[in-house]
């Protein structure tokens, strides 16, 4: 008979459009191998939405270039899953494994996708800081790091018509409460009808005529 307390549900701080997101991943410098790496991580978390993790915890053979997916060992609750990634993410994988990961695997054994340049698995807080550092680079206003690019993936897939259910199978969520948050944020369509209904709107040409100002002209 007892009623527990609710959860709060906290709406994400911000989130990234296209063109922001565009911008992230072409101030990246691919010159340089450390640049090809990180667009590569970047790539997988926006065309994914997977967890911090999750992308850290790939290995080199989880993902499948023919088939278009990216295997995920033991998510959050020690799920397995297969998602789908994008061409343009897998283009970028590609170029990495082959021309770039072999100078980071110092011992040639290391079962890890990302290395550092030490050769080394990265930590939670190494990929956190990578991340952000190209976020702060774009000089795009908004805080955040890994999790900004899982927001802004389910976010901007919602806002194009894709289905709630599809968004909860691609980030793993185990009930569809979680992932309902982003139909919150996902406002584009509420803002379409707020412009073309709301009384208050410009006027039709577009010039703002019948708009009152406050002395009442």
Wanted: charged share 25%; glycine share 10%; with cysteine.
């Amino acid at each position: 008979d007892l009623e527990l307390p609710r959860l709060a549900k906290r709406l994400p701080k911000a989130i990234l459009s296209q063109s922001e997101i565009e911008a992230i991943l072409n101030g990246i410098d691919a010159s340089e191998p450390m640049g090809i790496r990180d667009r590569a991580i970047i790539e997988v978390l926006y065309s994914t939405g997977m967890r911090r993790m999750e992308v850290i915890n790939l290995r080199w053979d989880d993902i499948d270039t023919e088939r278009g997916t990216i295997f995920i060992r033991e998510g959050k609750g020690k799920v397995d899953r297969m998602v789908p990634v994008g061409e343009r993410a897998l283009l970028w994988c590609e170029k990495y494994l082959h021309e770039i990961r072999p100078q980071f695997d110092l011992g040639g054994h290391d079962p890890a996708l990302f290395l550092t340049s030490l050769g080394e698995a990265f930590t939670p807080k190494r990929m956190t800081q990578l991340v952000r550092n190209h976020i702060v680079a774009a000089e795009i206003g908004k805080p955040g790091s890994c999790h900004l690019f899982r927001h802004s993936f389910a976010t901007l897939m919602l806002e194009n018509g894709a289905d709630i259910r599809f968004i909860q199978q691609l980030l793993g969520h185990a009930k569809l409460d979680t992932t309902q948050i982003y139909t919150q944020v996902s406002i584009r369509q509420l803002k379409q009808v707020h412009t073309l209904t709301h009384p208050a709107k410009m006027g039709r040409g577009g010039t703002g005529e019948g708009v009152v100002d406050e002395d009442g002209s």
